[in-house]
């Protein structure tokens, strides 16, 4: 079965950084698309960075600009989020998602990341 698995997350004070991991398994890795969502409590799930197959391509939402890295690693099957300067904004749970065209989106279990002196 398919399974992501995140990693990584923590608490950490404003202008840390953390580095999240998700690690995959039941999917050929090197043909999805991967992405790092985010959800606040009461909020909306919204894309944070998303990572095309070869990491030719990266898409970054406006308020992590210069701030965050996706990464991917396809011999490890796993993509990776890499934050700096973190805001207390960047509060939420972080869930990795896996996408293809004519396939069901994927979703990790997600990990909490808390930004907070």
């Known amino acids: 079965q398919v399974q992501l698995v995140e990693s990584g997350g923590g608490l950490v004070q404003p202008g840390g950084s953390l580095r999240l991991s998700c690690a995959a398994s039941?999917?050929?890795?090197?043909?999805?698309?991967m992405g790092w969502y985010r959800q606040a409590p009461g909020k909306q799930r919204d894309l944070v960075a998303r990572i095309n197959s070869s990491s030719s391509s990266r898409y970054y939402v406006d308020s992590v600009k210069g701030r965050f890295t996706i990464s991917r690693d396809n011999a490890k099957n796993t993509v990776y989020l890499q934050m700096d300067n973190l805001k207390p904004e960047d509060t939420a749970v972080y869930y990795c998602?896996?996408?293809?065209?004519?396939?069901?989106?994927?979703w990790g279990q997600g990990t909490q990341v808390t930004v907070s002196s």
């Open positions: 039941g999917i050929i890795f090197s043909r999805y698309v």
């Open positions: 998602n896996a996408a293809r065209i004519g396939v069901s989106d994927s």
